[in-house]
C-alpha cells in the first residue's frame, strides 16, 4: 500500500485536460461536417463539444472557422426540407388523413416546426417535419 501512494499522488498531481473538438477548415451555414472538417486539440474551452462523434454529420448552422471550436449552438440536424421545397401536408383526425401539397416557408430538420403554405388555399400552417420529408399539421389547427 506504502508504494501505491506515490504513484497516486503523481496521478492526483497531474493536471487534467479534456480535448476539444475545433474546425480544422472553414466551413459555411448548410454543410455537413465530415470527419475531415474537425479536429481534437488538447485544451479545454467552456461549452465546447469534447468528442468528434457529437459532431460529424451534424450541420453547420453559421460559419464555422478554421482552428475555432464548435460550439453547440454553431450545429444543428440536417435539414430535410429546404425553403420554397414542396412538400406533403398531412392532416390527421382519428382514422381520418388528409393529405395536400404546400410550400415550406423555412427549412427544417426531423421534429422541428416550420411554416407551410397550403398550395390550394393559400393558407399558412405550422407543422412538425417527419422523417419521411412530409410536414405533419396537429388537428388542433383549423386553418387546413
Known amino acids: 500500500m506504502k508504494r501505491f501512494i506515490p ?3 503523481a496521478i492526483l498531481a497531474t493536471p487534467c485536460t479534456a480535448d476539444t473538438v475545433i474546425a480544422a477548415r472553414n466551413l459555411r451555414p448548410g454543410m455537413i461536417v465530415s470527419t475531415q ?3 481534437l486539440v488538447d485544451t479545454e474551452i467552456a461549452g465546447g463539444f469534447q468528442l468528434l462523434g457529437d459532431v460529424i454529420g451534424q450541420e453547420a448552422r453559421v ?3 478554421a482552428g475555432r471550436p464548435v460550439l453547440p449552438n454553431d450545429i444543428g ?3 430535410v ?3 420554397n421545397q414542396i412538400v406533403t ?3 390527421k383526425a382519428g382514422s381520418m388523413t388528409i393529405l395536400t401539397e404546400g410550400r415550406s416557408l423555412g427549412r427544417g430538420a426531423i421534429g422541428d416546426r416550420i411554416p407551410v403554405m397550403n ?3 393559400r393558407t399558412t400552417v405550422t407543422g412538425s417535419v417527419s422523417p419521411s420529408g412530409d ?3 396537429s388537428n388542433t389547427i383549423n386553418h387546413f
Do not use: G, T
Request: hydrophobic share 60%; proline share 8%; charged share 15%.
Open 119 to 121: 398550395l390550394a388555399s
Open 7 to 9: 504513484l497516486m499522488l
Open 77 to 79: 440536424p440536417p435539414a
Open 89 to 91: 401536408l398531412v392532416y
Open 81 to 83: 426540407i429546404d425553403r
Open 63 to 65: 460559419v464555422l472557422y
Open 37 to 39: 472538417d474537425v479536429k
Open 135 to 137: 410536414v405533419i399539421v
